[in-house]
């Protein structure tokens, strides 16, 4: 079993920066590949960034690729996502994710979720 803890959402002004952590325990994720999503008041939960097990690898939503950067420290158990440049439609919670299959934008193929943490943009 992986627990998933998220951390680091406010509220932030229109073109300010935020960076959530994700820490996990219960288990090594060396070999996982992690993940971010976020899901609007009233929609669907999305896909925002993952990346591969090492690090080498990442992939992003259209909508967020240049402002956002996600990474990960394996020796901490940790993924993070700095976004910059934010604007009001990134209002959202955001989970942090798991998965052993890959960086896939569909989240019933993630394994284990966390509890989300809040991020508001005000214009």
């Known amino acids: 079993q992986v627990q998933l803890v998220e951390a680091g959402g406010s509220v932030v002004q229109a073109g300010g920066s935020l960076r959530l952590s994700c820490a996990a325990s219960g288990r090594s994720l060396t070999t996982y590949f992690m993940g971010w999503f976020r899901q609007g008041l009233g929609k669907e939960r999305e896909f925002v960034a993952g990346i591969n097990y090492s690090g080498s690898g990442t992939r992003y939503a259209d909508s967020v690729k240049g402002r956002f950067a996600i990474s990960r420290d394996n020796t901490k158990n940790t993924v993070y996502l700095q976004m910059n440049s934010l604007k009001p439609e990134d209002t959202a919670i955001y989970y942090c994710?798991?998965?052993?299959?890959?960086?896939?934008?569909?989240?019933?193929?993630?394994?284990?979720w966390g509890q989300g943490t809040q991020v508001t943009v005000s214009s």
């Open positions: 994710t798991v998965s052993g299959v890959g960086l896939l934008t569909t989240p019933n193929l993630w394994n284990y």
